[in-house]
C-alpha cells in the first residue's frame, strides 16, 4: 500500500523550487503566491523539516532538496508522459512557434532538427510573423521576436543582436585593406523598414569611415534575400549577426570590420500567459541551449586575404549596448536546468 503523498503540496514546492520565487511559481499555477506559501508550508509540516533556505526574503535550495527537486521534476515529467497517452490515446504532442521570415530560415531552420531529435514524438509547425500583432494575435505557442510588451503574452530575454559589414571573400584581392574595401567595393542595402538596423550613410558616420556615395547598390525588403545576394558575391552588406553566422562559420563571407553597430536591438521568447506545458518549457530550455553553445563557440576570424585580423564573439557585451537599453533581469534563472536567461514580462 502507497504512502499517502501531497500531490498538489509537492507540485507547489516543484515549481517554486525550479523558480527560486514564489511570485512566479504562483504565476506558472494559475493560483495566488499565497497559495504557493500555503502548500509549502503543508509540505513541509508533513516532512517536518524546511525545504528552502531563506536569506533576505530569497529561496534558496539546500543539498538535500536540490538533489530531491530534479528527481521530482523528472516524476512530474513521467506523470505528464503518462497522462498523455492516456488523453490522447498515444497522439503526437503539437507545437506552434513563430518567428520572422529571415529568423526562421537563417538561425531557427539550421537547428530544428536538434529539437526533434530531443522530441521524437512532436509535430513542429513553424509559422512566419512580422508585425507586432501578427505576434499578439496569432495562434502560436511561442515565438521568437523582437518585441517583448505585447499584452498578454509573457516574455524572456533570449539574445541581442549586432550589424557588421561582411561580403563573400573572393571580393577582397590580396592585400586590399579592410577600410579600402568598405570605401571600393559595391554595396548591398536591406532595406527593412525599422528604426532599429542602420542604413550605409548611419554606419559610416557612427563608426567614423571614410565618407563614400551610398544611394547605389542591388537593394532587398528582406534580410534573407540581401544575404544571398553577398554570398553570390555581388557586393558589402550590412549583416546581422546571428543570420550570418552559419555563413561566417563555413567562410561563404568574411568580415570586414569588428566595429559593430551599437544596436538595442534584441530578441524575447513570447509566449500566452498562464500555466506552460512541459512541451513549451522544453523547447525553451532547448532554445536557450542553443544559444548559449553559439555565444561561447562562435568566434569569426577574417579572411586571410584581409590585412588585419579580426576576431568578433557572439557572446552578450554590455560595453557596445547604449547607456539606454535595459538589461534588468537578465542574469536571473528562468524556467529549468540550463535556461539561465533573463525574465522579462510583459503587461
Not at 18 to 41: D, F, G, K, N, W
Not at 74 to 92: C, H, I, P, V, Y
Request: proline share 6%; charged share 25%.
Amino acid at each position: 500500500m502507497r504512502t499517502y503523498i501531497p500531490l498538489n503540496a509537492l507540485r507547489a514546492f516543484e515549481a517554486a523550487a525550479r523558480h527560486l520565487s514564489v511570485s512566479r511559481a504562483a504565476e506558472e499555477l494559475c493560483v495566488t503566491p499565497t497559495a504557493i506559501s500555503h502548500q509549502i508550508r503543508s509540505l513541509e509540516s508533513f516532512l517536518e523539516a524546511p525545504l528552502f533556505d531563506r536569506k533576505n526574503g530569497k529561496l534558496a535550495l539546500n543539498p538535500v532538496t536540490a538533489n530531491a527537486l530534479r528527481e521530482m521534476s523528472e516524476g512530474f515529467d513521467k506523470l505528464e508522459t503518462a497522462l498523455m497517452s492516456l488523453n490522447r490515446r498515444g497522439q503526437r504532442r503539437k507545437l506552434v512557434v513563430a518567428a520572422s521570415p529571415s529568423l526562421s530560415s537563417l538561425w531557427l531552420m539550421p537547428r530544428i532538427d536538434r529539437f526533434l531529435k530531443l522530441a521524437p514524438d512532436v509535430d513542429l509547425s513553424l509559422c512566419t510573423a512580422i508585425s507586432d500583432s501578427d505576434f499578439a494575435e496569432g495562434p502560436f505557442d511561442i515565438a521568437i521576436a523582437s518585441c517583448s510588451d505585447i499584452p498578454g503574452r509573457k516574455s524572456d530575454y533570449l539574445m541581442e543582436e549586432r550589424v557588421y559589414p561582411v561580403c563573400a571573400p573572393r571580393l577582397l584581392p590580396p592585400g586590399l585593406a579592410p577600410e579600402r574595401a568598405l570605401h571600393d567595393l559595391p554595396l548591398i542595402h536591406d532595406d527593412k523598414v525599422s528604426e532599429h538596423f542602420p542604413t550605409w550613410r548611419l554606419y559610416l558616420e557612427a563608426t567614423r569611415r571614410e565618407p563614400r556615395d551610398v544611394t547605389q547598390g542591388l537593394r532587398f525588403n528582406q534580410s534573407s534575400l540581401a544575404i544571398e545576394a553577398a554570398v553570390r558575391g555581388f557586393g558589402v552588406l550590412l549583416a546581422r549577426s546571428r543570420l550570418v553566422a552559419a555563413t561566417l562559420a563555413d567562410r561563404r563571407l568574411t568580415l570586414l570590420s569588428d566595429r559593430a553597430y551599437p544596436l538595442s536591438y534584441r530578441y524575447y521568447a513570447l509566449r500566452p500567459r498562464g500555466a506552460e506545458s512541459r512541451l513549451v518549457t522544453q523547447f525553451l530550455d532547448w532554445l536557450a541551449a542553443e544559444i548559449e553553445a553559439e555565444n561561447a563557440a562562435w568566434t569569426f576570424d577574417a579572411a586571410a586575404s584581409v590585412a588585419q585580423r579580426m576576431s568578433v564573439a557572439l557572446r552578450p557585451d554590455k560595453r557596445r549596448l547604449p547607456p539606454k537599453v535595459d538589461r534588468r533581469g537578465e542574469e536571473r534563472l528562468v524556467g529549468q536546468k540550463r535556461r539561465r536567461l533573463g525574465a522579462v514580462v510583459a503587461g
